[in-house]
């Protein structure tokens, strides 16, 4: 499956951003689909994860302010960010395909390009 992120951009404190991720392929809605992301200088960390049934799982970083779904008509997840802060600023990252570990990105089978959000302060 390919992906490609979509949605990022210059955002103030406080404000939203929602990033998309559209899968190519007809096997989407059998794939676990997820969130990472890589602020300079760091290693590439977990966000927000979401299983085929629909259970989700979040970094407690982002916890009650993120949001991420999936619409397997469109092929398309996404990642709802409100209440954004200077620290979300990072590239964002889908991924498609967890193993059992979906915290660890070594565990994804596949990945997108990445989308930059910047929050200014």
């Known amino acids: 499956v390919q992906l490609q992120a979509s949605g990022g951009g210059l955002v103030q404190a406080g404000g939203s951003l929602r990033l998309s991720c559209a899968a190519s392929g007809r096997s989407f809605r059998s794939y676990s689909m997820g969130w990472f992301r890589q602020a300079p200088g760091k290693e590439r960390e977990f966000v927000s994860y979401?299983?085929?049934?629909?259970?989700?799982s979040y970094a407690d970083s982002v916890k009650g302010r993120f949001t991420i779904s999936r619409d397997n008509a469109k092929n398309t997840g996404y990642l709802q960010m409100n209440s954004l802060k200077p620290e979300d600023t990072a590239v964002y990252y889908c991924?498609?395909?967890?193993?059992?570990?979906?915290?660890?990105?070594?565990?994804?089978?596949?990945w997108g390009q990445g989308t930059q959000v910047t929050v200014s302060s």
């Open positions: 979401i299983h085929v049934s629909g259970s989700t």
């Open positions: 991924a498609a395909q967890a193993g059992i570990r979906f915290q660890d990105r070594s565990n994804w089978g596949y």
